[in-house]
């Protein structure tokens, strides 16, 4: 590895230490919170990185929670004076997200690699934790459904027409990409089933090797692809090993330096991982404002422009870290770099089996790909998705002295998104009429059956209305799933329902 001038490296960010662990205790009370694993996750990147640093940051960036949202630390700076106070720091810069973020923790790391760039800090650490499973079985004691927390949390932010349609979580909004991209890439439901069910056991292979994974056990495609107690289905076309995994009790932490000063500090250049220049963009916050629901030109833009800024191709990297809280993320994104369907698409597990800590994700992905950088392999890329396929940001991890004056850096590439981006169609409410179905979806309750399924179609003037299939249309149902013929694209009408919806059916023939 060439050296870098001293002089220079003042201004060369790098990663000295990573730390992330799992909490898995027997008795509930004797669970970390988040707070408690924010801390341990940072001394335990302080332990990595040879000790001694936590005094040395002066930049921390944290990811916010959700397993505790008022206690034990309530107030507007939320977790952050407890954090410091448990550690016994004062950094100069401070922030804690605005909300849980997939793209959070490379954002916070970008921002981090910009301050050390610009000669603001010698040291800055990103942390995360979430104890999601501990919050969810202390809630079930008084009688409270483990999900509540997080679809209290979405509901909040839905409106009464999103409300009505039941369009709230994840699980309900990550499938109109599914079965939108399924129909535009000209898969049958077989074969997206089949690609869903490849990544996702490359993802369960990759946690098996993985130390802190949550769940370390390989999965072959077929049971990936079979219905089951522990799989059964959760939002068509998807089932519980195929959406993130948030019961879990997790924290993972970050320590970057500049480059001269983990030389002082004395770390090996072995162990140094550089940070490469960033670039993100995002898709309306609304997504019923959004162009369209097969394909995200922020998300295009966001990984080949990290690519192009590294000076790297796909065939240039060693590693992957593509974000899978759903597979359409995962399947888009592979697209987009490319990456070949045969190789592995995550380095940690994935959310389903690395953890899913709700926003804190990616930065376990940063220290399991910085450990095997240290061991193997030059370059590695990471693409991290919050929201509904909103936020999007992707960075490039090397073992490769980064040229110097490459941070500061402008990651923000929004302009670039927007360009790329159609007309956003107006959305109309309480149509009646044909239409054609844009995309889908259908969720299931915990018993697997089936839910009120919306369906997302324009008229005939290429407006778009929501509609809704109840559960007592088995035909319609049963089209929507069977994979006998594609829905998306096809004819039908919409008609008054009840409680102010609109509900959809096929028309019986069909021109084609």
Known sequence: MARVDDNAARRVPVIVGVGQLNDRPDDD???LDTLALMTAALRLADHDAGGGWLRQVDALGIVEQMSWPTAPWPGPNKITPYLL????????????????????PLRLL???????????????????????????????????????????????????????????TATDVYPLYENACRAAWGQSLAQAQAETAAIWSGLSAAAADNPDAWIRRRHEPAELLAASAHNRPVSFPYSKLMVANSSVNQGAA???????????????????????PGASAHEPEDFLARDRYDASPSMAVSIQRALALNGLTASDLDLVELYSCFPCVPKMARRLLPWPLE????????????????????????????????TAGRHG?????????????????????VPAGSFPQRHDHQAEAD????????????????????????????AG??????????????????CRVPPTDGATLEALTSGEFEPVGRRGVASDGADGTVNWRFLASQDH
């Open 449 to 466: 059956q089936a839910r009120l399924s919306t369906v997302i179609a324009r008229t005939p003037n290429g407006q778009r209305f929501l």
């Open 343 to 374: 190789r592995r698409h995550s380095v940690y597990g994935g959310l389903t089996f690395g953890g899913g800590p709700i926003a804190n994700c990616m930065t376990h992905a940063v220290a399991t790909m910085t450990r095997m950088l240290r």
């Open 381 to 401: 890329l990471i693409f991290a998705n919050g929201g509904y396929a909103t936020h999007n940001h992707t960075l490039v991890l090397t073992r490769e002295p």
């Open 85 to 104: 106070a448990a550690l016994g720091i004062a950094p100069t810069h401070v922030e804690l997200t605005s909300e849980p973020s997939g793209d959070s």
């Open 29 to 31: 009370a004797a669970a």
């Open 254 to 276: 970050v320590i970057v330096a500049s480059l001269a000063k983990a030389r002082e500090m004395g770390v090996p250049d072995e162990r140094l991982v550089y940070l490469g």
């Open 110 to 168: 970008n921002d981090a690699a910009n301050r050390i760039g610009a000669g603001e800090v010698e040291a800055a650490a990103v942390v995360g934790g979430e104890a999601l499973r501990t919050a969810a079985r202390r809630a079930a004691t008084h009688s409270a459904p483990q999900h509540d927390l997080i679809r209290a949390v979405t509901e909040q932010r839905a409106g009464p027409l999103k409300k009505r349609y039941g369009l709230l």
């Open 419 to 446: 360009a790329l981006r159609g007309p956003v169609p107006a959305l109309i409410e309480g149509y009646t009429g044909p239409g054609v179905v844009e995309t889908y979806m259908l969720p299931y309750d915990r």
